[in-house]
């Protein structure tokens, strides 16, 4: 499975950017997907997930209700819509694919893309 990841930039606080992760290779239906994210100087972190049928949903804590996360079959695509960013929201962005049709642990995602670098501006 191969990830290319898109959509980061700059953008200023409070507003919104959505990312998109095209994947090719396999059965996209088949897999979970995650964003996951590394800030500087920190650990990369889950941020949402979403399992391969699309109806359960994952997000950690301090993005629930500013972060979607979905994913359209017929495109290959998973998406990450991010509303009222903040400063703290800056960091590289990964998707990432599982075999498993869930999961949340980063040691089960099996395919990452590249990265896609946001930067919140204040």
């Known amino acids: 499975v191969q990830l290319q990841a898109s959509g980061g930039g700059l953008v200023q606080a409070g507003g919104s950017l959505r990312l998109s992760c095209a994947a090719s290779?396999?059965?996209?239906?088949?897999?979970?997907m995650g964003w996951f994210r590394q800030a500087p100087g920190k650990e990369r972190e889950i941020v949402a997930a979403?399992?391969?049928?699309?109806?359960?949903?994952y997000y950690v804590d301090y993005v629930q209700g500013r972060f979607t996360i979905s994913r359209d079959n017929a495109k290959n695509t998973v998406y990450l819509q991010m509303n009222s960013l903040k400063n703290e929201d800056t960091a590289v962005y990964y998707c990432?694919?599982?075999?498993?049709?869930?999961?949340?642990?980063?040691?089960?995602?099996?395919?990452w893309g590249q990265g896609t670098l946001v930067t919140v501006s204040s």
């Open positions: 290779g396999r059965t996209f239906s088949t897999l979970a």
């Open positions: 990432a694919a599982s075999r498993a049709r869930w999961t949340l642990r980063e040691s089960g995602y099996n395919y």
């Open positions: 979403i399992n391969s049928y699309g109806v359960m949903t």
